[in-house]
């Protein structure tokens, strides 16, 4: 099943903080975040693993938490460039082999 | 250094025609993939191949087939395409399956009508 992602839209001023949330009715191995623009392939933001282990972005900060099996991705102090929509897969093993997307939070940063 | 390249960009297709989409990565990657991505849906994976040589069915395997043809390149056929087929495609690639992270190419934009 996919996750659900919350909210499912955001509208921030420049400087304001978000917090986008992903949550899985099965136990997780990894959550993946990737961010799209508007007519632009979906980008790799960051991996969580099971352990504690994170790879990606430094600038980018999130959260997993493995027994609630629900991942949340920070967005401190906004800036217009992260306008996009997010999405979160998940890996519900060490294999991975088949990430399943939720469908979206949309992000729009205005000054 | 292209990355993951897609073609064609745009197709447009009477319901009941065929063809393919072919996607090819210059990464050395060992994992391919093909998604769907329709409005408010998501991405949603139709078939992926974990290694040269495997495939296998995604959420959403109906209507598609697939080919790895080699290393590089990873094939989606529509045998006898459905409006419901509309959508954009994208191909994505990775160095191993699992918790690594996936290149998107820049996807097709599919028209059934």
């Known amino acids: 099943q996919q996750p659900v992602q919350s909210p499912q839209a955001v509208i921030l001023r420049e400087g304001e903080d978000a917090v986008i949330n992903c949550s899985s009715s099965k136990a997780l191995y990894s959550v993946h975040w990737y961010r799209q623009k508007h007519g632009e392939a979906p980008v790799f933001l960051m991996i969580l693993l099971k352990g504690g282990e994170q790879k990606g972005h430094d600038k980018i900060s999130a959260s997993f938490n493995e027994k609630k099996q629900q991942s949340s991705l920070y967005l401190t102090a906004s800036q217009l460039s992260y306008s996009g929509t997010y999405f979160c897969?998940?890996?519900?093993?060490?294999?991975?082999?088949?990430?399943?997307f939720g469908k979206g939070t949309t992000l729009s940063v205005s000054s | 250094n292209a990355g993951v390249t897609q073609t064609p960009k745009f197709q447009v297709l009477k319901t009941g025609q065929s063809m393919t989409l072919q996607c090819a990565q210059d990464?050395?990657?060992?994992?391919m993939y093909w998604y769907r991505q329709d409005p408010g849906m998501g991405l949603r994976l139709i078939y992926y191949?974990?290694?040269?040589?495997?495939?296998d069915k995604g959420e959403v395997p109906n209507g598609y087939n697939v080919s790895r043809l080699n290393k590089r390149e990873f094939s989606l056929r529509l045998e006898s395409a459905a409006p419901s087929q509309t959508s954009v495609y994208f191909c994505a690639s990775s160095k191993y399956s699992g918790p690594y992270e996936q290149y998107f190419g820049p996807g097709t934009r599919l028209t059934v009508t």
């Open positions: 191949s974990a290694s040269e040589g495997t495939t």
């Open positions: 990464m050395n990657h060992n994992s």
């Open positions: 897969g998940t890996g519900t093993n060490q294999a991975g082999t088949a990430l399943i």
